[in-house]
């Protein structure tokens, strides 16, 4: 079964996110994994027996002194089940880096929560033809300083950071090789099958043609998640 997780970053009013949350109870998954990755704020409206819980982040360590941030205990407390970790807004923005990223999987892990790890080139390093490099470094230096049995719960997530909120997708060609690429670095190195996840400008019109690729273990969206409908018609496409 494939995944559609829903990434809502820092979207949707109060307002708005209870009117979301009533919608999104009554949307049927049909033949996918749907996990919904809402704001904080809004985590304890989401109740649906339907869906999964995710959180957009998480602390690099657990309850207790740490200002402004949320606990894997607690979030596992709350009924997430996932974590996105090494998003590309976090890597660019507000400047993770793996120390953080190895921290937070520690924690996903030892509350038995699932990490969402995000890797992926920009359009420079594309452009350059260091698309496999860039790939292989995110993974080697976090993956490097986890155990066998941490890795074999993570599941990666491939976003071109070019591609993400810009309305533009690599080929099915393109994401299959990443995607083949990223499942054998990961088996040869570290003895385990993950599944991989590709993000970036999937919506409601492109994501036929994007499930038709072979190595494809489900989707991350950000932008398209808002609208219901849309989640309803992408459900529809997914095989
Ligand atoms: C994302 O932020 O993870 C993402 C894939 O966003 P979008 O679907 O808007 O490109």
Known sequence: MKYLMLNHKMNLTEEEAIKYAKDFNEVKPNKCELVVFPSYLYINLFKGKNYSLGSQNVAIKDVGALTGEV????????????????????????GEDDIEFINKINELISNNMTPVFCIGETLEAREKGNTYEVLEEEIVSVFGSLDKDSIKNIII????????????????????????????????????????????????????????????????????????????NMIKEIS
């Not at 606990?71 to 507000?94: K, T």
């Not at 994401?175 to 670095?185: H, Q």
């Not at 991989?196 to 690729?213: A, H, Q, R």
Request: one cysteine or more; glycine letters at 10%.
């Open 71 to 94: 606990a894997a205990s607690q979030l596992n407390n709350m009924g997430c089940a996932y974590s996105i970790v090494g998003h590309s807004e976090r890597r660019e923005i507000i």
């Open 157 to 232: 997530a491939y976003e071109p950071i070019w591609a993400i909120g810009t309305g533009l997708t690599p080929t099915n060609d393109d994401i299959d090789d990443a995607i083949v690429y990223i499942k054998g670095l990961v088996k040869d190195n570290y003895d385990t099958n993950i599944k991989v996840l590709y993000g970036g400008s999937v919506n409601d019109k492109n994501i036929s043609t994007i499930d038709t690729i072979p190595s494809l273990d489900g989707y991350l969206v950000g932008g398209a998640s808002l609208d219901i409908e849309k989640v309803n």
